[in-house]
């Protein structure tokens, strides 16, 4: 869709009072009157209970309100004691002792333990790539006691305390032993956590409406909130996640009063929530917060081929899907690389390649490649106010590169689902689906995730290439900052020639909120916290 399309649409909703529709939606029960409660709109809604099971940021979001990590990153990056209350490493780097800190309960009133911790980390680890990573250098992890553990190495690694306190989803939340057993292939269907707030499963309406209550019994560290470290303080009674699927509604609704906090303004309404009474604008973090991506799968035709993975650059232009989501450039920045751009290990390896967009001689590279027309489906999410327009500029220049489309829409919800078969597409696989990750995830090779090409291990789309699954490795033993930066350029240009993911550019998303009635808003590049908020 065009910044014109977009424009003129904006102008019919505003005139039709879509306001009238948030209100609605919005409108809080008497029960709840007196209470204070935090009404937010993200950028996707709730859909699935288990922030193991996904990478989709917003189980990511709802697992870091239920419950709590080991560590967690500064502002800085540099992790700190979350869950822990104090760690030693021993002289030859092989052993990580940790004990809890005092005050940790389940929802359910029971002590977090040892027994939970353990099977948490395992379970975790056997699904999140840098989680694997670290379990395939450790060679047992042990109880103690009831509050202490160890983590015993088989090698040196030393991104272990980096890869437990990680902000990029999967989060490695802590699970009560119950979830923390369940098979990491199924889902958990109950969130009972020991974080700031409860999850009120019986007020879920997906689709609709996500609760969370104020967690009473809640301890929080006495450090200042910082990134994911510090005191998580629940500071309103209940926050309610309102699920607006369109832009323009939700910043009419925050313009109204009717919400409090909007995580994803489009950028081009910024102007006017800029000027509203009452409303501030506020961006998050050092680096680029988002970056956009475009996975294709690695297990089946045409993109099995690596050839025609490549010819993909050729259609690719950034400029293109950054105007079309962000459209101010002061908010965008064009990036030829896998590791974000801003980032100490920026590095040009492999640039050449993705800025090598040439779309008149896109249909020769296919055919070259050994494109036989074959249909290629799509999983486009509609409702999602970011991935949907990258999808739609992804389509057309495919469309116009002459290849065969088979557009599968659906709401992002489902594409979640969808992305984690591995049949083939006419079986309910897939071929292609785009998304969007953190800059600060994109910013270290152990956590880029999505970097990775550990094959049937690794995150939907499956690339398999043991040279970039090895040269990880290698940047996670690195001493020096010279070493490590080598290694990442190395690993960045075998990445970009596999084909690992296509980037479609790095933004920084700024979030808008009810200045006058909110505070305490805990800046995080990459994903949303939303304790510490406090209403007036």
């Not at 309406?205 to 019994?217: C, E, Q, R």
């Not at 259609?315 to 908010?331: S, Y």
């Amino acid at each position: 869709m065009t910044r014109q399309n977009r424009s003129g649409l904006r102008a019919l909703a505003l005139a039709c009072g879509v306001a009238l529709a948030a209100t609605a939606a919005v409108a809080p029960r008497e029960a709840v009157a007196q209470e204070k409660v935090l009404r937010a709109v993200m950028h996707a809604d709730v859909r699935t209970l288990d922030p193991h099971w996904t990478t989709q940021t917003i189980a990511g979001i709802h697992g870091l309100l239920v419950y709590d990590t080991l560590f967690g990153v500064d502002d800085d990056f540099v992790p700190q004691p979350q869950m822990v209350g104090k760690y030693d490493i021993s002289p030859d780097k092989l052993t990580y002792t940790m004990t809890l800190r005092d005050g940790l309960r389940w929802h359910d009133g029971a002590a977090v333990t040892t027994r939970d911790i353990i099977p948490s980390i395992r379970r975790w680890g056997a699904r999140d790539p840098a989680g694997q990573r670290l379990l395939l250098f450790t060679d047992r992890i042990e109880a103690v006691d009831e509050k202490t553990f160890k983590i015993i190495l088989k090698e040196p690694y030393g991104q272990v305390l980096a890869t437990l306190g990680k902000t990029s989803t999967s989060v490695p939340v802590m699970m009560r032993e119950k979830e923390a057993m369940v098979d990491p292939n199924t889902q958990v269907t109950e969130a009972i956590g020991s974080g700031p707030f409860r999850f009120a499963k019986d007020q879920w309406v997906p689709g609709s409406k996500t609760v969370y209550l104020k967690n009473a019994d809640y301890v929080p560290r006495s450090e200042p909130a910082r990134t994911l470290s510090g005191g998580k303080i629940p500071g309103v009674d209940r926050i309610e996640l309102i699920w607006m699927s369109d832009p323009q509604t939700a910043m009419q609704a925050l313009v109204n009063g009717e919400i409090d906090f909007l995580e994803v303004p489009q950028i081009d309404f910024l102007p006017i929530l800029e000027r509203s009474r009452g409303v501030s604008v506020m961006k998050t973090g050092k680096i680029d917060s988002t970056f956009g991506m475009i996975r294709l799968n690695h297990l089946h035709p045409p993109f099995d081929n690596p050839k025609i993975r490549q010819a993909m650059y050729k259609i690719i232009n950034q400029e293109d899907f950054l105007r079309t989501v962000v459209g101010n450039p002061a908010f965008y920045k064009v990036c030829h690389g896998l590791i974000t751009c801003g980032s100490p290990l920026e590095n040009k390896g492999g640039s050449a390649m993705l800025a090598g967009h040439d779309p008149k001689g896109a249909a020769t590279a296919f055919r070259a490649a050994g494109y036989k027309g074959e249909p290629i489906t799509i999983l486009h999410a509609t409702d999602h106010v970011t991935i949907n327009p990258l999808t739609q500029v992804m389509i057309q220049a495919m469309r116009e590169a002459g290849l065969n489309l088979d557009i599968q829409a659906m709401d992002w919800g489902s594409v979640v689902q969808r992305r984690a078969k591995k049949e083939p597409p006419a079986q309910g696989g897939w071929n292609i689906f785009v998304t969007t990750s953190s800059g600060t995830s994109g910013a270290n090779p152990i956590i880029h995730t999505w970097i990775g090409a550990a094959c049937d291990r690794g995150l939907f789309g499956w690339p398999c290439d043991p040279e970039v699954e090895k040269l990880r490795s290698a940047w996670g033993f690195a001493q020096t900052d010279a070493e490590r930066l080598k290694i990442a350029t190395d690993l960045q240009t075998r990445a970009i020639e596999n084909v690992v993911y296509i980037p479609t550019g790095q933004w920084m998303q700024p979030i808008a909120y009810r200045s006058d009635r909110i505070s305490g808003i805990v800046p995080i590049t990459g994903i949303t916290a939303l304790w510490g908020i406090t209403k007036r």
